[in-house]
């Protein structure tokens, strides 16, 4: 377990774009029977979700949610110094997709660009990243884009995945600032344990093929999928998650030398409602404490925390709240971080 503490950074504004293509889990697949459907629905809380089409990429998203931001609060773009990019789907293998927006934003030759490929905890492990890298003050503000087009990862046929997954991008803005309050962050993982939720195929290591992309039925339930669609073992996760999470939670908090009761809001990664579920009864947590979106949105890998954050708050100021995020997933990897947000401007939820 990592601890680490930052001071001098804040995040100024975050700004959020989904696809307009809007998936009703209920007629989403004819491949199961409406009932079954139905019960998953009812457990899982996922309602709708967003697919982005065949030609747009989460880089896509990632780049509408900056420069609505940039634009909208007249940010100089030489005033950017660091732009991290968070997916699991990038555009291409090589270059980074990091550095393709870095061009496509207009920002400065001399702007530090790299990408990040973890899943749930992305977003907290990237600003980890940024406040790290900004603690010398030689960056005005680094941009975070993380973007995910995760239903493409997952095969329509296969019930443990089909009705869980969405696409989504934001951007936010991080301020060097020396009268930000300190900003405390847990970060974890276990190779271990790594066949959880996972792709078998498409990479170097098993490497693409006709025998890697041919469909085939993977268990006794019948459920389909290929090699290169990703897969997740439930009962796995959701035992790793009552290991891990609430102690991480447990230890941020002692950390920071904070009780439950001193944290406006927890948001943690939109999993599912069922293990959020778990979290908050473990926890003892009031709902009015737990921002959601997994009935309009899914779960969309690493730009759930922040999609919450830009549902709950849309259009609006975050203001002297203390706030506690929590991803945790594929890897598997988790990551906690309690931050006082203070005059963060909060865009509308874009569609393109």
Sequence with gaps: M?????????????????????????????????QIVAEIIEKTGIIQRRFAPESMCASDLCYDAAKRLLDELNIPKSDI???IFISQTPDYRMPATSVILQNKLGLSTSTAAFDINLGCS???YGLSIAYGMMQGGNFKYALILDGETRSRVY?????KTAFLFGDGGIAALVRYDKSSNASLFSLNSDGSREDYIKMDAGGYRNPSSIATLQEKVVDEYGNIRSDEHGYMNGTDVFNFLLNEIPKDIKNILLFAKMEIQDIDYFVFH??????????????????????????????TSSVSIPLTLAHHFENSIINSENILLSGFGVGMSWASAVLNINDCKVGKIGEI
Aim: charged fraction near 20%; aromatic fraction near 12%; charge should be positive.
């Design 2 to 34: 990592a601890l680490l503490t930052y001071k001098n950074c804040s995040i100024d504004a975050l700004y959020a774009t989904v696809p307009k293509n809007v998936i009703d889990n209920i007629t989403y697949t004819k491949y199961f029977d409406s």
């Design 81 to 83: 110094g660091l732009l």
């Design 122 to 124: 992305g977003f907290v």
């Design 155 to 159: 095969s329509p046929k296969d019930k």
């Design 270 to 299: 939109q999993a599912n409602a069922f293990m959020n579920g778990y979290l908050q009864k473990k926890l003892k947590l009031p709902t009015i404490k737990l921002p959601s979106c997994i009935h309009k949105y899914g779960n």
